[in-house]
């Protein structure tokens, strides 16, 4: 039988007929295969086309461009993996693991992953779609052999992954969940996507047309520029779901300007001209930018700054507590004693952001709040986080290299995938983290 058709075969009928490989056995096979990625003699592309790596633990390999067409992974541990530009059509992905691996413009049409881990992978551009095979007769046209191979993910994991313009037109992903994925972009038409849960994920200008959403939990997701046509949200949860049109208080963007206007003047003159600005629960989104603004100690709390640029913004002492600031450019902001208490700034770029104390007389420190603030994959790069409260937070897959983090208080901080520089920190800093010690 070729090896076309085995793939047309149910799983019990083509195990046997696949070839089974040892740990020792892949070992080999990559070990060759990152020796060819070196430029190094005696190298060897990976395939293990139509093999049997049942259980295989190939975590943190560098698998760029190998081939796994019709491959059985199933438990398999490829956590942290390189796989960019993978061929993994048609492979049997089942409860396995690629928690932070890299999958970047693989081709993934027609694999199952069902109950499989993919937490924090990125999967930029992978295409998921259902897949064709075919044959040739020498000389002739292609055969279909079998249309759809539907790419079947039911219960996967993808909580926090990079899904940004991936291709999964007609999935199956039934309960699988997606919370806080980053999903911009993303080709979602046909998809069925009945119970899964998509609370926090970014699904700003994804197609989900035709998509089956019913009963799913949207909770906080952002649907901006989306199309959603003949979707089905029976039953969806869409709470403080995040859409075109505003959120909260509408403050039309002439009046917000002014009041904004006013607080900069206020800040300017030390209080002797203009008056502070009250944005509570108020959309600001409008506005587009507010970079290298004066807007010290404004009240906020609750507002919607998503994907705003804040860059150099001076914001110290701002009350925030609770906003909206995914996505938001905070590049150099100085953010000194700000409270920032449970507000929302997955993937926001922090890089170079003041989050210091904030000096009020000549001796009284206002820290900088961010206790239970969502932080992850955010960019924290070069900031100052002195004394900062960052207890009970999510930091899962930030990025905290460079950053300043003396005295910070990191209780019960979530500290998984997350980068932070061995030598800029000491266990003491991180004291009562949780999941520090894998992003080291």
Not at 65 to 92: P, Q
Not at 130 to 150: C, D, M, S, T, W
Not at 174 to 181: K, R
Request: glycine share 10%; aromatic share 4%.
């Amino acid at each position: 039988m070729d090896r076309g058709r085995r793939l047309l075969m149910p799983l019990q009928d083509t195990k046997s007929q696949l070839t089974r490989l040892t740990q020792q056995d892949a070992h080999l096979v990559v070990t060759k295969h990152e020796i060819l990625l070196t430029g190094r003699l005696g190298g060897a592309r990976a395939n293990f086309s139509f093999c049997d790596l049942t259980g295989v633990d190939l975590s943190n390999r560098n698998l760029a461009d190998a081939i796994f067409t019709g491959a059985l992974l199933a438990e398999a541990n490829l956590s942290h993996a390189k796989m960019d530009a993978c061929n993994l059509f048609g492979a049997d992905l089942r409860r396995s693991n690629f928690a932070g691996a890299s999958l970047r413009r693989a081709d993934m049409r027609g694999v199952s992953l069902r109950g499989a881990n993919l937490t924090g992978a990125d999967l930029f551009e992978a295409d998921l779609r259902e897949g064709v095979i075919a044959e040739q007769k020498r000389g002739g046209p292609f055969r279909v052999l079998q249309h759809a191979l539907e790419t079947d993910m039911p219960n996967a994991v993808f909580n926090s992954a990079s899904l940004e313009r991936v291709k999964m037109t007609g999935v199956a992903a039934l309960q699988a969940d997606f919370t806080d994925a980053m999903m911009r972009g993303a080709r979602l038409t046909r998809a069925n996507l009945r119970q899964a849960i998509l609370a926090g994920a970014v699904l700003e200008n994804a197609d989900l047309s035709g998509c089956d959403l019913s009963g799913a939990v949207l909770r906080g997701a952002v649907l901006i520029g989306a199309t959603m046509a003949q979707a089905n949200l029976d039953g969806a949860d869409m709470d403080g779901v995040l859409l075109d049109i505003e959120a909260g208080k509408v403050i039309p963007a002439d009046q917000l300007m002014l009041m904004l206007s006013q607080h900069h003047n206020w800040v300017d003159s030390d209080g002797r001209s203009g008056k502070p600005c009250n944005l509570a629960d108020s959309d600001v989104r409008a506005l587009k930018s507010l970079a290298e603004w004066r807007l010290t100690a404004l009240c906020a709390p609750r507002a919607v700054f998503y994907g705003l640029d804040l860059s150099g913004v001076s914001l110290q002492g701002a009350q925030l507590a609770g906003a909206d600031l995914r996505n938001a450019i905070l590049k150099g902001a100085d953010l000194r004693g700000a409270n920032l208490s449970e507000a929302r700034m997955n993937g926001a770029d922090l890089r170079d952001a003041q989050l210091g104390p904030l000096l009020v007389g000549d001796t009284r420190l206002i820290p900088s709040k961010l206790n239970q603030a969502n932080l992850r994959f955010a960019d924290l790069r070069g900031a100052q986080l002195r004394l900062a409260d960052l207890s009970g937070a999510d930091l899962s897959y930030a990025n905290l290299s460079s950053a300043k983090l003396h005295q910070a208080n990191f209780a019960r901080a979530q500290m998984t995938g997350t980068k932070v520089d061995s030598q800029g920190h000491n266990d003491a800093m991180l004291a009562g983290a949780i999941g520090v010690a894998s992003s080291r």
